[in-house]
């Protein structure tokens, strides 16, 4: 029981991580944005201290807009945690597509046995081989090759 609670929360703390960075940045973000909407042309002089509060004391602050039921709170909230949803759901089938079978390979490749190989590569004999040699080479190449061989014959 324990291992497998071990296993959840180490799977699991990026996640948790994600989410508390997230509503952490929602929170200065929603103060920030009361912060312009109530000091409008003084925002200059009263931001520093506004965001000095909201970092140091974030979970007080976004308490306070969810018991106000702020919109901007809620909303961006939600789509802090949608957002790590779909992290984890993405980071999961993306984790299961890359599991390997039991040919520990990726995908559908497998390792060649020396039976496959020599069927597959070697399996040519010498005629095909001649045959497809002449077929893939020029005509003029083949010729000067076989007059070359023939003069350095002659030569010797």
Known sequence: MKAKLLNVVK?????????????YLVGILTGTIMALSKYKLTTAV????????LALHPWHDDLLYLSQKNPISIIAGIGVILYTL????????????WQTADTETHGSATWGDLKELSDHYFSINAKDLTTAFNNTTQA?????????????????
Request: net charge positive.
């Open 11 to 23: 799977a699991s703390w990026s996640y948790v991580l994600t989410l508390i960075a997230g509503l």
């Open 46 to 53: 009263h931001l520093s201290a506004v965001l000095r509060q």
């Open 86 to 97: 779909y992290l984890a759901l993405k980071h999961n089938s993306q984790h299961q597509s």
């Open 140 to 156: 003029e190449i083949l010729k000067s090759l076989v007059d070359r061989e023939k003069s350095a014959k002659g030569a010797d």
